[in-house]
């Protein structure tokens, strides 16, 4: 915490520094790299004079009121949050810690400081964290989405549907298709995820989820700079989507949300006015259980074979047009791939 120099001094603290330099460290971040991408001491510098000039602003605000603001470089995002959400992750920070050290591809927000600036009777609070919606310049994200598995007013109105703006679950009218082994690393990692936020009494999070498509089959490797990222960051920060012609961005988001007396009046009075499953505020494991099984119900079991991509069909037998009994030989334009054998084969931060 900055020195006090009279009753009116700014003040910058840093809560649990060690903890989040540890976390850090974890997800990759160098303490030089983190600095140089946030601009850390001149943030600093900057705050204490009211003055954000070296972060670019994202959005002015949020339905909660909040203010984010991004790196230069894109990778971190820096919101204001309320006190009581600084008080719930201060709470659950050990718990997070823990579950960080065990797994390590969590899709849970990557926290990496959690700071307050005191100008005379106010404070705000700021946490810095990942970006999700940070792709490779070649592959822009066309389509954002906010889920939660809930129905009821989850739905962006049209007039602000644009690029950067979060569509919701009743937007949301489609299916992500994986290859079965990354489907069932993320399906792990999404049930260990909400167990955590489930016993550590904590719901309303979402899955954001940001889309690319191609337009045509993708073609290009991963690049060894993504080799180390967790599996659903592993092709360019994305997942490869089953026919190589989506890249798919995830996230679990929104985690500091507390089921209190404030949140179960609001379950109560909404209950009687929607079915109990629909509304967004329901008791945690409830929340959980619903939110795992809308994430299993978008990124649905593959039932198809994908066709071997080296072949050309078959031509007819010479005697083919001697045969006598009923026979049906066609080739639909639809079921043919012609791939080059040298073609490569499958591989693997905004609101």
């Known amino acids: 915490e900055s020195p006090r120099r009279g009753r009116d001094a700014p003040q910058f603290t840093d809560y649990c520094p060690r903890v989040f330099a540890a976390l850090q460290e974890v997800f990759g971040v160098g303490a030089e790299t983190f600095k140089e991408s946030l ?137 992500l298709e994986l290859d079965p082994e990354l489907r069932k690393q993320l399906m792990t990692q999404v049930r260990a995820d909400a167990e955590l936020l489930s016993r550590e009494r904590l719901n309303d999070y979402s899955l954001l989820v940001g889309i690319h498509t191609n337009g045509g089959v993708i073609s290009q490797r991963p690049s060894p700079e993504f080799a180390k990222e967790p599996f659903f960051r592993r092709f360019e920060g994305g997942m490869l989507s089953r026919d190589r012609r989506e890249v798919y961005f995830v996230g679990i988001i929104d985690l500091l949300t507390s089921f209190n007396l404030r949140k179960k009046g609001e379950y109560t009075v909404k209950s009687v006015w929607y079915r109990t499953g629909k509304v967004s505020c329901v008791p945690p494991n409830e929340y959980e259980e619903r939110f795992v099984q809308y994430v299993e119900s978008i990124f649905p079991i593959a039932t198809t074979t994908r066709p071997a991509p080296h072949y050309a069909p078959r031509p007819p037998p010479e005697d083919f047009p001697q045969r006598q009994h009923s026979i049906s030989y066609s080739f639909p334009a639809d079921n043919i791939d012609i791939i080059s054998p040298t073609a490569p084969s499958p591989a693997r931060g905004f609101y």
Not at 101 to 128: D, N, P, Q
Not at 135 to 141: H, K, L, V
């Open 39 to 175: 601009g850390i001491d001149q943030l600093r510098s900057s705050m204490l004079v009211g003055s954000l000039s070296n972060l670019l602003s994202v959005a002015s605000s949020g339905r909660s009121g909040a203010f984010f603001f991004a790196s230069y470089d894109g990778r971190f995002i820096l919101k204001t949050i309320e006190k009581a959400e600084a008080k719930i992750l201060r709470r659950f920070l050990t718990a997070y810690y823990d579950h960080v050290m065990k797994y390590h591809s969590t899709l849970l927000t990557r926290y990496f400081g959690l700071h307050a600036l005191r100008t005379g009777s106010e404070k705000m609070y700021f946490l810095v964290m990942n970006n999700v919606m940070c792709p490779p310049e070649q592959y822009p994200i066309q389509l954002r989405y906010d889920l939660k598995g809930s129905t009821v007013n989850r739905t962006t109105p049209v007039d602000r549907r644009k690029n950067d703006v979060a569509l919701k679950d009743l937007d949301f009218k489609r299916k």
